[in-house]
């Protein structure tokens, strides 16, 4: 159909009762044993070389005939931008990956192969657009459903990751390969202050400033040197974690404010940040623009 508003016919209807094909069964076969070869190479016993390089070949013979019927089906549809973008996951249908060292080294993205390969078969059964349209009903349900523990799953590894740095020891290298214009820059703000600055008639004042900025930061490395301060670093990651893996689980993420928050062991930033807006109404006005300059 190319009337504009009008629902594209399908170029076939599938195997079932109607505009049946040959071709429409063919490809519902190879399909079938598409899936079938890649799901025992993935859940049986592994084939002997000489049955593995043969399962490589058919699967190449069965994805070089899916590209072939994909290039015709698209030619049919005149080339159009439309069709790749709904039957997108075809292309990775086409991918042969039926070979026995492949399979057993990448099992998650095999699996994921196969199901593609599944949704292919279910086109040529029931139809051209089964697919797309199940995963179209189906997408917002199913990110629902695994959103939340995905989020916890990626936040316990990012957590994981940064528990592997040292904190203290990496800004104590840092403030200490950076002294010399971290000192520069301390004295020049100490010089602009308009109450500090007075000092700077005082007698030996360089030399104070210098040292009192040289006892600060020698002080400081200390601090940051000490194995007592990589426990108090540990303590703030480890709640932190904790309080936000606690506020994910109960949806807090998802809302502007709930009640559930007095469950959480410390009162959260967000709650914070929102009472600090309302005590300060002036703190969140925009700074008003410069005045154009007349030429």
Same mark, same amino acid.
């Given at each position: 159909?190319? /009337?504009? #508003?009008?629902?594209?016919? %399908?170029?076939?209807?599938?195997?079932?009762?109607?505009?049946?094909? *040959?071709?429409?069964?063919?490809?519902?076969?190879?399909?079938?044993?598409?899936?079938?070869?890649?799901? !025992?190479?993935?859940? #049986?016993?592994?084939?002997?070389?000489?049955?593995?390089?043969?399962?490589?070949?058919?699967?190449?013979?069965?994805?070089?005939?899916?590209?072939?019927?994909?290039?015709?089906?698209?030619?049919?549809?005149?080339?159009?931008?439309?069709?790749?973008?709904?039957?997108? @996951? %075809?292309?990775?249908?086409?991918?042969?990956?039926? !070979?026995?060292?492949? *399979?057993?080294?990448?099992?998650?993205?095999?699996?994921?192969?196969?199901?593609?390969?599944?949704?292919?078969?279910?086109?040529?059964?029931?139809? &051209?657009?089964?697919? @797309?349209?199940? *995963?179209?009903?189906?997408? &917002?349900?199913?990110?629902?459903?695994? $959103?939340?523990?995905? /989020?916890?799953?990626?936040?316990?590894?990012?957590?994981?990751?940064?528990? /592997?740095?040292? @904190?203290?020891?990496?800004?104590?290298?840092?403030?200490?390969?950076?002294?010399?214009?971290?000192?520069?820059?301390?004295? %020049?703000?100490?010089?602009?202050?308009?109450?500090?600055?007075?000092? $700077?008639?005082?007698?030996?004042?360089?030399?104070?400033?210098? /040292?009192?900025?040289?006892?600060?930061?020698?002080?400081?490395? %200390?601090?940051?040197?000490?194995?007592?301060?990589?426990?108090?670093?540990?303590?703030?990651?480890?709640?932190?974690?904790?309080?936000?893996?606690?506020?994910?689980?109960?949806?807090?993420?998802? *809302?502007?404010?709930?009640?559930?928050?007095?469950?959480?062991?410390?009162?959260?930033?967000?709650?914070?940040?929102?009472? !600090?807006?309302?005590?300060?109404?002036?703190?969140?006005?925009?700074?008003?623009?410069?005045?154009? $300059?007349?030429?």
């Amino acid at each position: 159909m190319t /009337t504009t #508003g009008r629902r594209e016919a %399908e170029l076939n209807s599938g195997i079932l009762p109607g505009n049946v094909h *040959v071709d429409d069964w063919v490809m519902f076969v190879l399909a079938v044993v598409s899936v079938g070869g890649l799901g !025992y190479l993935l859940f #049986g016993s592994p084939p002997p070389a000489d049955a593995g390089a043969w399962f490589f070949r058919a699967d190449c013979v069965v994805c070089g005939i899916f590209l072939l019927d994909f290039l015709w089906r698209w030619r049919k549809r005149g080339w159009g931008g439309a069709f790749p973008a709904r039957n997108w @996951y %075809e292309v990775f249908a086409m991918i042969p990956v039926a !070979y026995p060292p492949f *399979v057993a080294q990448h099992h998650f993205l095999v699996t994921v192969l196969l199901l593609i390969r599944i949704g292919r078969a279910a086109d040529r059964a029931v139809g &051209e657009q089964f697919t @797309y349209r199940l *995963v179209d009903k189906l997408s &917002e349900p199913i990110v629902r459903a695994i $959103k939340k523990p995905v /989020t916890i799953a990626v936040l316990d590894e990012v957590v994981k990751v940064l528990e /592997t740095g040292n @904190y203290p020891e990496n800004l104590a290298k840092s403030l200490n390969e950076n002294k010399v214009e971290l000192r520069a820059i301390i004295t %020049e703000k100490l010089a602009a202050d308009p109450q500090l600055g007075r000092f $700077k008639r005082l007698p030996f004042h360089d030399e104070i400033v210098r /040292t009192a900025v040289d006892a600060s930061f020698r002080v400081l490395l %200390e601090v940051l040197l000490d194995p007592r301060i990589d426990d108090f670093f540990s303590a703030v990651v480890r709640e932190n974690r904790e309080q936000i893996r606690r506020a994910v689980s109960l949806g807090l993420n998802e *809302v502007d404010s709930s009640p559930e928050e007095d469950l959480l062991r410390t009162r959260p930033q967000r709650t914070a940040a929102h009472e !600090y807006d309302l005590t300060h109404p002036l703190a969140r006005r925009e700074p008003p623009a410069p005045p154009l $300059k007349r030429w």
